[in-house]
């Protein structure tokens, strides 16, 4: 029983060194992971958002990008607590799309 | 007190757990030396669900000899790899 | 697929080749733009909803982009000169760094020290554990699967592609950061540290010291 992610030993291949910048929204996925873990809410543990990348489907840890896989994780948690639906998410992405003078 | 000590021989368990653990595919069954116990702490297993009324596991810093880890590691034979290792994955190790 | 070694509890395949852009997806501009838009549209609904204060992500992020190679750099020039300290250091990373000033927010950080006989690398497999607190957010390669992947099966050949040829003499050994601990490599000192700044001498270090894949040039 070996996770997708559990890829010590598996691999072989390049180790990419560009140095990629660390972007304003990933800078805001690390931010709201680590407030919404804290002592005073506890809705998403680091724990449980490994746990939520690890499940997510081995297609998604393949394509999306580090924090974009952190992100995602993040939202299933999110749902699975019933705190938002990805319903909700995307109705409101489609809005903001939709008016984009707006924020 | 801690069920194991700094250079007792343990053997990490494969308990075929589905779910979140922290022990990597490639160190289950092989046998290792304790370097340190670290503390105790709530299984991530448990916290990755929410669970977070169980009780805490010991975890300790375990090395191996990269030659007993891979087939394939064959020139440097007292090269070793450390990596951490919560209690019930593992059990006493002779020989 | 290799025979499988059936008196090995644990056996493995022949490794799967990543390209470059497998072992780090990289987001193109429209990807970037999207997952903005979503981590905004989020943040906003958390707001709404009370789990986040407005602006407190913005103060999170302040927070976060504080640590850096300063403080993982003054630790080990101070580990250079006060050999007390250093021992300290080895002995409890968090509670040595604290004397500093530093505040370590993971469990413990485990520092381990590059010898004449040891040589130390740093890996998280499972994932990308680093000790963020101290050093902030890991380098790319880092967090690429083929450097978590290959670290632990063949960390002379991945040295070897970072620049470092480590001797036949000198055991290499490697921490997989799977649990709670976080690791940070003390490099050998300079061949002379006495009557050096320690800013001088902190100034030496760089962050791939600290991860493993390279050593100061004495």
């Known amino acids: ?103 | ?95 | 697929m290799a025979e499988r070694d059936t008196t090995d509890p644990c056996p493995l395949p022949l490794r799967t080749a990543y390209t470059a852009q497998e072992a780090l997806v990289v987001e193109d501009d429209a990807g970037n733009a999207e997952a903005a838009r979503i981590t905004t549209i989020l943040e906003g609904i958390l707001v709404t909803k009370g789990l986040l204060a407005k602006g407190e992500a913005d103060q999170e992020i302040e927070k976060i982009e504080t640590p850096g190679l300063h403080l993982g750099a003054r630790l080990v020039a101070r580990a250079w000169v006060d050999p007390d300290f250093k021992n300290r250091l080895l002995a409890d990373g968090k509670l040595a760094a604290a004397e500093l000033g530093m505040k370590v927010g993971e469990a413990q950080l485990v520092v381990v020290e590059n010898t004449p006989d040891v040589h130390n690398l740093i890996v998280c497999t499972l994932c990308s554990c680093y000790p963020r607190s101290i050093l902030g957010q890991p380098p790319s390669w880092y967090i690429s699967k083929t450097y978590r992947s290959r670290a632990v099966r063949e960390p002379r050949t991945v040295l070897h592609e970072f620049g470092l040829d480590i001797p036949e003499a000198v055991r290499v050994r490697v921490h997989d950061s799977n649990a709670d601990m976080r690791y940070l490599v003390l490099p050998m000192p300079p061949a002379e540290t006495v009557g050096r700044h320690e800013i001088d001498l902190a100034g030496l270090v760089s962050r791939d010291m600290l991860i493993g894949t390279a050593v100061l040039q004495r």
């Not at chain 1, 805001?28 to 490994?50: F, H, K, P, Q, Y």
């Open chain 2, 1 to 95: 007190m801690p069920l194991f000590h700094a250079g007792e021989r343990i053997r990490v368990l494969d308990l075929g757990k589905a779910g979140h653990v922290r022990i990597p595919a490639y160190v289950r069954g092989h046998v290792g030396t304790v370097v340190q116990f670290c503390g105790v702490f709530l299984n991530p297993e448990d916290l990755a669900i929410g669970n977070a009324g169980g009780c805490v596991v010991g975890c300790y810093r375990v090395e191996f000899l990269q030659t007993d880890l891979w087939t394939d590691y064959s020139e440097y034979p007292d090269d070793t790899l450390v990596t951490e290792i919560y209690e019930h994955w593992m059990e006493p190790a002779h020989g």
């Open chain 1, 1 to 103: 029983m070996r996770g997708y992610h559990d890829i010590g030993g598996s691999l072989s291949g390049p180790i990419p060194r560009t140095e990629l910048p660390w972007l304003d929204w990933e800078k805001r996925v690390e931010a709201i992971r680590n407030l919404l873990g804290d002592s005073t809410r506890r809705v998403i543990s680091l724990d449980e958002m490994r746990r939520g990348f690890e499940s997510f489907g081995p297609e998604k840890y393949r394509t999306l990008s580090f924090y974009r896989r952190r992100l995602e994780a993040m939202i299933d948690i999110l749902e699975e607590k019933g705190v938002l639906t990805r319903a909700e998410l995307a109705a409101a992405v489609e809005n903001s799309v939709q008016e984009p003078g707006e924020t």
